[in-house]
């Protein structure tokens, strides 16, 4: 969604008996005065099975994505017990990192992060995440 010059809007849980699970992220847009703007777009599970899928970027990737008027790229990944990936990136940029399900430990054990736990990293062009026993379900976030 691009707020752009102004917009209405709200979320609410339409179960009167299930809980809602919801994160919510704003980003500033690399320009102002945007139109506002909606979009939506499906990812097959079975995509972000022990790999990063990117979901959300300002740049054109070969992969569809929601587009961002910003330079970041979000990806989503589920990982099994033990499966791990590796996130390259150029020499000063940043990643946010968020755990929504089960643990991780990053860089070989240097870090571990559980559920709900975010990590704000500099200085790293390389990450291994590896997931623990339960598995993991992560957000990462390529930033400048």
Known sequence: MTAGTGIIHSEMNPSDSEPVHFLQLWFEPA??????????????????????LATVSGKTLDTPTVFIHQDLTLYLSRLDAGKSVEFEQPE????????????????GGEHRLNRRDAARITDTPRLRIESGEAGAYLMLIDLP
Do not use: C, H, T, W
């Not at 990192?97 to 860089?107: H, I, P, Q, R, S």
């Open 31 to 52: 320009e102002y005065g945007l139109e506002p703007s909606y979009e939506q777009m499906s990812f097959a599970p079975e995509a972000m099975r022990n790999r990063l």
């Open 92 to 107: 000063g940029r940043k990643i946010y990192l968020f755990v929504m399900e089960g643990d991780l430990v990053l860089n």
